[in-house]
């Protein structure tokens, strides 16, 4: 049913909790992980000096190889994995590189942010479910929750 699941990451380690389902599916779908990256330079227009710009870009470049390669170290020697670092709005990039005939799933996680919060700032993880073309699967993820020891998770499928 699934060739290609897609698994947007920060780099948090609560983005490892919706890992554990990426991978589940990929194993019993025989599918390859695409993990994804995605720079966000917009927030960073306003510096004042064009090379201060380039070199927010290149650490956060850098900071999305690391979050790709720790997808990498995590996954299961039986799951194929991919890894991207692009640029642009997150939630665009997200939903453009699950375009059907790339990837059959987005597998995400939310952060919980609530109230006024996701008010002001929306969600990238909302914004995804409204606009992909293909199925997403939201993994409930708070932080406050993750701890050393291993818990099930809290899945809400959007």
Known sequence: MYDCILVPTDGSREVEHALEYA?????????TIRALYV?????????PMEAALEGVSDALRDEGKSAVGRVEELAPDDIPVETEVLEGAPSRVIV????????????MGTHGRGGIDRLLLGSVT????????VPVLTVQVDPDE????????????E
């Open 126 to 133: 909302e914004r995804v479910v409204r606009q992909a073309s």
């Open 39 to 47: 720079v966000n330079v917009a927030g960073y227009s306003g510096l």
């Open 23 to 31: 991978f589940d599916l990929a194993r019993l779908h025989d599918a």
């Open 146 to 157: 993750i701890d050393d020891q291993p818990e099930e998770p809290q899945v809400a499928v």
């Open 96 to 107: 453009d590189a699950a375009d059907p005939a790339e990837c059959d799933l987005i597998v």
